[in-house]
């Protein structure tokens, strides 16, 4: 379809919240999709692993060096781990250095941010945040995509499609 897995919803949550599951995403291919025009390769990767969501493991450091060690002989594959996990850094280093690949090894969720707190409601249904301490209106906040980067204090920093987006256009238009 034309909807992320992540929208699966049932009328009362979606599907993969709540410890109701699980969702992973790869695609094998036996042959390239299409050849490189260049022999190097360069691969950033961001492991954002913030306080207050579940732990993610190191399979996604694994399936990165065994991808690397599958590839094709004749590319030479750098791969570099952004030291400091957080949006901040990520714009910083793509200023001075724009990889080929950059892989988010880290949670996404889909839903509404509270322009108060700044926290994600993953429930549509609800009229205001879900954060405790705020409780703010979400009258009118449009639900869309985030990815759950680390914040300078190592907790949650939810970065929207659009602002993400724009970040990758700035990058290749440099």
Same mark, same amino acid.
């Given at each position: ?35 490189? #025009? ?21 399979? #996604? ?68 945040? %879900? ?12 639900? %869309?995509?985030?990815?759950?980067? #680390?914040? #300078? ?22």
């Amino acid at each position: 379809g034309d909807h992320p897995w992540e929208l699966i919803y049932d009328d009362t949550d979606f599907l993969v919240q709540g410890g109701r599951g699980t969702l992973t995403r790869y695609i094998a291919f036996d042959t390239p999709l299409y050849s490189l #025009e260049t022999n190097q390769l360069k691969v950033l990767v961001v492991s954002s692993r913030p306080v207050g969501v579940p732990r993610l493991g190191d399979s #996604e450091k694994q399936a990165v060096n065994k991808g690397v060690e599958k590839a094709d002989q004749h590319v030479q594959i750098t791969v570099e781990h952004l030291p400091k996990p957080t949006y901040a850094a990520l714009h910083s280093h793509l200023h001075d250095d724009v990889p080929h690949v950059i892989h988010f090894d880290g949670h996404g969720t889909f839903g509404r941010c509270c322009p108060d707190c700044k926290e994600v409601t993953n429930s549509r249904l609800t009229k205001n945040c %879900q954060n405790p301490k705020c409780g703010h209106s979400l009258e009118g906040v449009k639900p %869309q995509g985030y990815l759950v980067f #680390e914040d #300078e204090t190592c907790h949650c920093e939810y970065i929207d499609a659009d602002l993400f987006a724009d970040l990758i256009r700035m990058a290749n238009a440099s």
